[in-house]
């Protein structure tokens, strides 16, 4: 059970969030001038890497705001957690 | 037979609290305070259980959770399989039966309860020895809130067991003293029968607490997060490997110290102790004491301490160095020990030298930390070579371990380890700490151990009785044999052999087998490792898990402000995500069919009305409004004008179908949107989701209206006349009030808004009415309809009716990968927008194949048929060699009344162009034909829509 720091509300359990996948992960402005691969790695290839991430997490049982976090996936350590308002999905 | 093995005082049982339980029918009679396996000893009682791979005899071992063997099935109060003896308290009426090699659920349904409790502290101590209690003494004392939990009976530890003095007085006066300083402190929670089973991450364990069969809660989970932990988990003995070592009678010589001085039982009458170490002579002199015959002491080393050694002389006990037992006899209990000379290797098998009989035969192969939680807490290991065994060797978790599970095994050492890791964690969890003074203790001088992992033995060089996992039946013939197949690496051996793998996890057997398996391969133990420890430390039932949390109360019930009168009128109830729905509503003697052909016909021919409530609803309000629906529906809502209703659909990027319902424009920047009934918070997060990470510059906001409004579907050729009689003041003729569009207005005197919807096909008004009033405007529509025949209706009818219009169900219908143009909506696909969720992915080369999977009517040949629902469809009536070729499935399937017959809806591999065509779908042994149709079966030119 991770304790995971909402920037909204402070630390909570792990079990008060939905987990969201990589961060800034961009939306093509213009989906229509992408061609088909492209469109295919926006929407299904995502990193996966060992080590620090980026990643978004919501806080559904609380404040329902999206956040992102980077953490270390192999020991689960997160930090710098900047509200997404400024950042992508 | 009655506790001829009691001695007639000392212990720390209750003399004065006799109980009686039985055991194998046994009518047998122990004292509060012992556990099942000392009140067995007591009665003489060593042969408990029956090995579960080789049907063996099987004792007791050990005097705690590590014990392997001896499992017991308990009958009453309560059945409960494969419980070690040596952590079952004995109480009156206790039933219990040894474990003829594997355990038995109950049948019954567990009449206790079972609680869950959640807390925080700054000091989590894990074991209440003395490394453990001096730990919470020095974090108590600075203010801290500390938690200790321990998993005996009363806390103490080592200390109970051990009969050795502190400052001069019984150790246990100390415990005892200790034990009531922390109690008074306001911040300190003590949790003796409490074993912590899981560590994970940021400090959070998870423990278990007995509470005991009377009390309200039988057992307690404790949720934990600690800023600091301190793991004082002790350490086990571990056993000794040798031909024939697992007759009842070998025990654990410090678990033998503790039955003889905690418990005061004689394990034997006439003993052999074998041992590696300096621990077994203070088990040796103890046992002596207390009137055992200690007939030899077998020590592997060529020199022995000379402390012991004069100990054992002044007694008259028997040393035999360079020594160690090969082997045993005896069936049920041990008869006699046979020993032999060891070398300096240890490896070479020499012939018997002596028997010795005995019927007792304590071992001790030296300890092995308890390292489970912090290897759990991702804390590594490193082997110590003084004690043969891995210790704690770091954490990136704040916690620290003191006390024997560090290696050190001086009472006195762990004392100050302990109340220093106290003091050490408070501090860091932000307090003021100071090291708690520890007691004196008298400090034997320690001699190094020998690590012997296998006693060689001449009569079994297989080694198909030196058992390594007692608990397993793995032997080291077993460990001979992983290695010749490959296996160089504890992981592989222990999924190879199981060893490790049973209820103890290994506790005594993990070091001893690694031993083996380095012994085996000839490579030194250190490098080959331990196995990862994983939770739970001790098995934990899912009833302890669940808690509360079962029945009723196993996950939220959402009712409606109606549910009460569906209660009423006896309805079925179906679950719906968290929610209750009417499912449909049996007159006497009608079957759920019967039931609903009556209800759809009814809504056909007449009137028939549903509660609705459960649709998800989310106010959408903003100047931005519009713009932001116009992305996430496939269909334009911009152009939608205020007092008109849409139908939209929703799907995720990839081109899927994810959500559908109504768009109800209520002003020029305010729509209020409906959704499935299990699909509410999804779809609430859905649009939060690219609302707050996507489309940060739309102003708009999102709220779940779902609970504010009442909703009531009233539908039938009938619905118009009977919403007339009841709200007089609405204009419901179809020219003032058409289809998708909505007024407000009083409906049987309470302010109102009714939509023309319909998901029937049929002249239809969904009236939303504030939560509260819902029951009370339900009761007067049913009133007013009752001259019509009005007829309440369930998700069966509604389902049955929509699927006759061939209107699919979003989760039912579709899955994920279905495409709106997948189920014939492309109608509700804008061609005009730029831009809206899905869109490009529509024309991705496989979400534009034309040959996907479409959704299409199946009318089964044999009119009285329901297909089930997924079933599956086939090009051809005989199946064929496998695999063969599936066309898609059936996704709803029901006895339609208005049609006379079964019919279903289907997703087909190009199954538009199908239509017409006999397919075949298997049903029991054969597959039956099927005609594929159109989707909508009913009305098809819509006719009955306006009445
Ligand atoms: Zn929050």
């Not at chain 2, 371990?401 to 009472?411: C, H, K, N, R, Y």
């Not at chain 2, 039931?595 to 989310?618: F, H, N, P, W």
Request: proline residues 5%; hydrophobic residues 40%; aromatic residues 8%.
């Amino acid at each position: 059970m991770l304790l995971i720091h909402c920037p909204w509300c402070g630390a909570r359990d792990e079990a008060e969030f939905r987990y969201g996948g990589q961060a800034h992960v961009d939306r093509p402005p213009d989906p229509n001038a992408v061609d088909d691969r492209e469109w295919g790695e926006y929407l299904f290839v995502r990193d996966n890497p060992r080590g620090r991430f980026s990643e978004r997490w919501v806080h559904s049982a609380g404040c329902r705001r999206w956040f992102d976090v980077v953490r270390d996936t192999a020991t689960n350590e997160m930090s710098a957690e900047v509200p997404s308002r400024s950042g992508r999905r | 037979m009655s506790n001829e093995f009691r001695l007639a005082d000392g212990g720390r049982i209750d003399r004065d609290r006799p109980v009686r339980f039985d055991f194998e029918g046994q009518q047998l009679q122990g004292y509060a305070g012992d556990t099942l396996a000392s009140a067995l000893l007591a009665n003489g009682v060593h042969r408990v259980a029956t090995s579960n791979k080789y049907g063996r005899p099987r004792g007791i071992m050990a005097a705690g959770a590590e014990e392997p063997n001896a499992l017991v099935q308990v009958e009453a109060p309560f059945p409960e399989p494969m419980l070690p003896a040596t952590t079952v308290e004995v109480r009156d009426g206790l039933q219990a039966s040894g474990l003829p090699g594997k355990g038995r659920l109950a049948t019954e349904e567990d009449p206790a309860r079972y609680d869950t409790m959640h807390t925080h502290c700054d000091v989590l101590v894990v074991g209440a020895g003395p490394a453990g209690l001096a730990a919470a003494l020095s974090a108590a004392r600075s203010g801290a809130r500390v938690i200790v939990a321990d998993a005996d009976t009363e806390f103490g530890g080592s200390l109970l067991g051990s009969g050795q003095t502190l400052d001069g007085r019984a150790a246990t006066d100390w415990v005892r003293r200790t034990t009531a300083e922390l109690a008074e402190h306001p911040e300190v929670r003590l949790l003796p029968r409490t074993t912590v089973f899981g560590y994970y991450e940021d400090n959070y364990l998870v423990a278990l607490e007995h509470r005991g069969d009377d009390a309200s809660s039988r057992q307690r989970i404790w949720r934990m997060r600690a800023r600091e932990v301190v793991l004082a988990t002790g350490a086990h003995e571990r056993p000794l490997v040798f031909s024939g070592n697992d007759r009842p009678g070998i025990m654990l010589a410090g678990s033998a110290r503790t039955y003889v001085n905690r418990y005061a039982v004689l394990p034997g009458r006439r003993a052999v102790v074998f041992t590696t170490n300096d621990s077994a002579y203070a088990a040796a002199i103890d046992l002596h004491d207390a009137g055992v015959e200690i007939v030899a002491v077998v020590d592997a080393r060529e020199v022995v301490s000379t402390y012991w050694a004069s100990l054992c002389v002044e007694r008259g006990i028997r040393i035999h160095a360079s020594t160690g037992v090969v082997s045993t006899s005896g069936t049920d209990r041990i008869t006699s020990a046979h020993l032999s000379s060891l070398g300096p290797e240890g490896n070479h098998p020499t012939s018997v030298r002596q028997v010795v009989t005995c019927d007792l035969l304590l071992v001790s192969g030296g300890w092995n930390p308890a390292v489970h939680l912090h290897s759990q807490a991702r804390g590594s290991v490193r082997f110590a070579e003084d004690i043969g065994a891995f210790v704690p060797d770091g954490t990136d978790q704040a916690a620290r371990s003191a006390g024997a599970v560090t290696g050190v095994l001086a009472t006195g050492k762990c004392l100050t380890s302990g109340a220093e890791a106290g003091r050490d964690a408070a501090r860091a969890a932000g307090f003021d700490a100071e090291l708690a003074r520890v007691p004196d203790s008298k400090h034997a001088p320690i001699l190094a151990a020998r690590h012997l992992w296998v006693v060689p033995g001449s009569g079994d060089s297989d080694g198909t009785t030196q058992f390594v996992d007692l608990a397993r039946d793995a032997t080291v013939a077993d460990v001979r044999r992983a290695v010749a197949a490959g296996m160089d690496n504890v992981e592989h051996v222990k999924r190879y052999t199981t060893i490790g793998t049973a209820h103890d996890q290994g506790k005594t057997s993990g070091t001893l087998s690694t031993g083996v398996i380095a012994e085996v391969l000839g490579v030194g133990v250190g490098e080959l490792g331990t196995t990862t420890f994983r939770a739970p430390y001790t098995p934990v039932t899912f009833a302890a898990l669940a808690g509360r949390e079962r029945g009723d109360l196993y996950d939220p019930v959402r009712v409606t402000a109606m549910h009460d009168w569906h209660v009423e009128q006896g309805a079925l109830f179906e679950n719906v995500g968290q929610w209750k729905r009417p499912w449909y509503y049996p007159h006497s003697g009608e079957d759920m069919e019967t039931a609903v052909l009556r209800e759809c016909y009814a809504v056909r021919s007449g009137v028939g009305m549903q509660d609705v409530s459960t649709l998800g609803k989310i106010d959408v309000q903003g100047p931005d409004a519009a713009e932001f629906l116009d992305l996430v529906y496939t269909n334009k809502m911009s152009t939608l004008k205020v007092g008109r209703i849409r139908y939209g659909l929703m799907c995720t990027a990839d081109g899927m179908v994810f959500d559908d319902g109504t768009v109800t424009r209520t002003a020029e920047h305010r729509y209020l949107i409906s959704t499935t009934s299990g699909g509410a918070a999804n779809v609430l997060a859905h649009l939060e989701d690219w609302l707050q990470t996507e489309w940060t510059h739309l102003r708009v906001h999102l709220t779940s209206v779902t609970e504010h409004w009442a909703t009531i579907a009233l539908v039938g050729p009938e619905s118009r006349q009977v919403l007339a009689d009841v709200a007089p003041e609405l204009d419901v003729d179809n020219d003032g009030f058409g289809f998708m569009t909505w007024q407000e207005g009083n409906v049987a005197g309470v302010h109102a808004r009714v939509c023309r919807i319909s998901f029937s096909g049929e002249l239809a008004f969904e009236i939303n009415v504030p939560w509260w009033y819902g029951r009370e405007v339900w009761e007067v529509l049913m009133a007013g309809g009752r001259p019509y025949g009005i007829t309440p209706y369930g998700t069966e009818t509604m389902h049955v009716l929509r699927a006759e219009k061939g209107f699919p169900i979003v989760g039912q219908d579709t899955d994920g990968t279905i495409t709106p143009h997948d189920l014939g909506m492309s109608w509700a696909v804008s061609k005009k927008k730029d831009d809206f969720l899905g869109k490009r992915s529509f024309s991705r080369p496989d979400t534009a194949r034309t040959d996907r999977k479409h959704l299409v009517g199946l009318l089964p040949e044999d009119t009285n048929l329901v297909l089930p629902e997924g079933a599956q469809i086939v090009e051809q009536p005989e199946l064929g060699e496998p695999p063969v070729p599936m066309l898609g499935h059936v996704t709803s399937s029901y006895r339609s009344a208005v049609l006379g017959s079964g019919f279903a809806l289907a997703v087909v591999k190009g199954g538009r162009d199908r239509v017409g065509e006999t397919l075949y779908s298997p049903v029991g042994d054969r597959p039956v034909p099927v005609t594929v149709t159109e989707p909508v079966f009913y009305d098809k030119e819509g006719a009955r829509r306006d009445g």
